[in-house]
């Protein structure tokens, strides 16, 4: 395939031909990447249905050996999305006379920065619904520190604070007398997509190291 520039996503974004539903993206104003070769897209809806919402997993134009862009709504909480997330990331790694080495998962969002769509790198993920019985502060782990995302904000260490004071926070941190720790994310099944993405993208962009494993907890 040639290569995509993202604005042309842009088409597609709020718009499935396929199906023919609207999909919100996350809005971020946070630039990212602009333009891969060889991708498909995979489309994860929201609906609204006898007081629930439901979250409506499209794959129909996947293509096993190309790069996957995930356009999912931002209105879906994190419970919904998780377990398509799930899925296809076995489809992913399943065995296929088809499968191509090297191809890799990412998230777009509405990039108010670049004013087009960018996506983010969506690397394996491994989503836990149970906080582990023995977890603490920071995991038996000097160099691991946890974050719970809570909208525009962030808890970490007892502290709430911005998204956007995190990475200064970090900085002040002392891990094995050198390193800057790296995060573990966890957060409430509520949390709706666009907080979640928005967190990812800011590590990313910032650099800052984040453990293949998240914890989704119930909010009692």
């Known amino acids: 395939m040639k290569p995509i520039h993202i604005a042309f996503l842009m088409l597609l974004a709020f718009l499935s031909s396929c199906q023919n539903k609207e999909v919100q993206l996350p809005v971020i104003q946070i630039p990212g990447i602009t333009e891969i070769q060889n991708h498909s897209s995979i489309w994860i809806f929201f609906k609204e249905q006898n007081g629930d919402t439901i979250a409506i997993l499209n794959k129909a134009n996947k293509i096993l050996n190309t790069h996957w862009i995930f356009n999912i709504d931002k209105r879906l909480p994190m419970k919904k999305v998780a377990p398509c997330l799930i899925e296809m990331q ?116 910032n650099g800052i190291s984040c453990d293949s494993t998240e914890y989704i907890f119930t909010v009692k």
Do not use: W
């Open 90 to 205: 076995h489809n992913r790694n399943k065995d296929s006379m088809h499968k191509k080495e090297g191809m890799l998962n990412y998230f777009s969002y509405a990039d108010t920065a670049q004013n087009q769509i960018s996506l983010t790198l969506f690397s394996q993920t491994n989503f836990v619904d149970k906080m582990p019985e023995n977890k603490g502060p920071e995991f038996n782990d000097s160099c691991m520190t946890e974050i719970q995302i809570l909208g525009d904000s962030i808890k970490i260490k007892n502290r709430y604070i911005a998204l956007s004071e995190l990475y200064s926070f970090l900085a002040e941190q002392v891990c094995d007398g050198t390193k800057t720790p790296s995060v573990r994310l966890t957060y409430p099944e509520s949390l709706a997509f666009q907080y979640y993405l928005q967190a990812r993208v800011y590590l990313s962009k």
